[in-house]
Structure formats: C-alpha cells, structure tokens
C-alpha cells in the first residue's frame, strides 16, 4: 500500500482528501504545516507528497526545495492560483507537477498513480522484454511467443509493452491512459479492456480464467510474468496437436 503525505491546512479538505484516498486503498499522513514535512519524510516510508503552496510554518516552494535536497520522491502541488507563477516556480523548485483547486477527484487520482506508476522499477532497461517464451522487442517493435513472431497494431504492441514494462503490478486505466492516450480516464472509454480481450485471444489467454492478463475489479489491469512458461506453452501445443 502507497503512502501519501498530505500537507494541507483547510482541515476540510484535507478530511475530504484524505476519505477519498483512503478509499482508494491509500494509506495517508497527514500534516498542517510546512515546517513538520521535513521531518515526515525523513522519518515516514512516504511515497508520494501532495503539498499546499500556502502553508503557516513554512510555505509549498520553499518545503519543496528542501524535500528536493534529500530526496528524489514525487512531489505534487495544491494550489488555488492559476496563472502561470506558480507553475513555473513550483517545477523549478523541484515539484514533478501540480494540481489547480478546487480538486476534483478523479483528476487527482489520475495524477497520483501517473507519479506512482513512473517510479515503478522496470523488469529490464534494455530494449528487449523477455518472460519465458514471450520476446518482446521495443526497439524494433516486434514480439515472438513459443517460437512463432505475433503480429500486432501499434496501438495493442503499445498497450503489451506498458502492461509487461510493469509485470506484477495492478496498472489503473488512469494511467493507461495518460500515458498511452495523453488524457484522463473518462469513467466510460472502454478502449483497453476491449484491447485487453484481444490480447488474451492473441496469446491464448482463456477469458473466463485468465493467467496472463488479469483484469483486477475496481483496480485495474495485471500481466502477469510467472505464466508465460514451459508447462502451460506445452500444454497449449499439445491440445493444438489434439484437435
């Protein structure tokens, strides 16, 4: 489970941020002022800082640039100012980005699991994917299983490689779509689920029990990196020859 600090001194919505985060299976803490962050992060496993920029003991930039000096973990800021000051000076001072309030909750969702998700650890920072008998090749976009190239779009190849890039680790549409589609998830697009479907036909992945690709309720999407091994490709060969 993730953990969010939250710096936030309107205790209202700090309550309402913090139920709905918590909802989401977050664990957070809690602080009101800037001067105690220092000694949260240093002290707490903390995986991510939502940061008020107006802040009694020690405002947002300056608390950022201090958390920048020990540490590299994501910082996004709250901030009731549009205009184009804070955005500039919260990014220099080290923040990885901001949000604009009033907060609305699905667009801060999207953005938290967009930080969380980039600094999920790759299987390989090569250019090639390999789990068992599946060869994924992002260079040159081509992907072989059991021996044989499956040809794939763009668009399924890019969905493939994203899911393997974070094999064991539930990925939320939110940020399946920022990353893939450059937007929010809408709630309704139901793109890469039908995708998702095309994928497990592809590799054989039976719908009613998938082992590959899992489709985790209310979370999001899984590859799984253990089940594309020898036992289940030759029991796959053999009801082939079967038939």
Not at 101 to 107: G, L, Q
Not at 111 to 123: A, D, H, W
Not at 147 to 162: R, W
Not at 175 to 191: I, T
Request: aromatic share 8%; hydrophobic share 40%; charged share 30%.
């Amino acid at each position: 489970m993730n953990t969010i600090l939250l710096v936030e001194d309107d205790i209202s919505l700090a309550n309402w941020v913090s139920e709905y985060l918590i909802e989401q299976e977050f664990n957070v803490i809690h602080v009101e002022r800037g001067d105690l962050v220092l000694e949260k992060v240093k002290n707490e496993s903390i995986d991510l800082v939502l940061l008020d920029v107006m802040l009694p003991g020690l405002n947002g930039i300056e608390v950022c640039r201090l958390i920048r000096q020990y540490c590299q973990i994501p910082i996004i800021m709250l901030t009731a100012r549009a205009d184009e000051f804070d955005e500039v000076i919260g990014l220099e001072a080290g923040a990885d980005d901001y949000v604009i309030k009033p907060v609305r909750p699905r667009a801060l969702l999207a953005r938290i699991n967009r930080q969380l998700s980039s600094q999920l650890p790759k299987i390989q920072e090569t250019n090639n994917l390999t789990f068992g008998q599946l060869s994924i090749n992002q260079e040159a976009k081509r992907v072989t299983y059991q021996g044989e190239e499956i040809e794939l779009s763009s668009s399924l190849f890019a969905f493939l490689t994203f899911l393997a890039e974070r094999a064991g680790h539930v990925v939320d549409r939110d940020s399946v779509f920022l990353a893939l589609k450059k937007r929010e998830y809408d709630g309704q697009d139901r793109r890469f689920d039908v995708m998702l479907s095309s994928l497990r036909k592809v590799f054989h992945d039976d719908p009613q029990k998938p082992k590959k690709f899992k489709t985790v309720w209310g979370k999001g999407y899984l590859f799984v990196s253990d089940a594309w091994g020898e036992l289940e490709d030759l029991s796959h060969k053999e009801n082939k020859e079967s038939k």
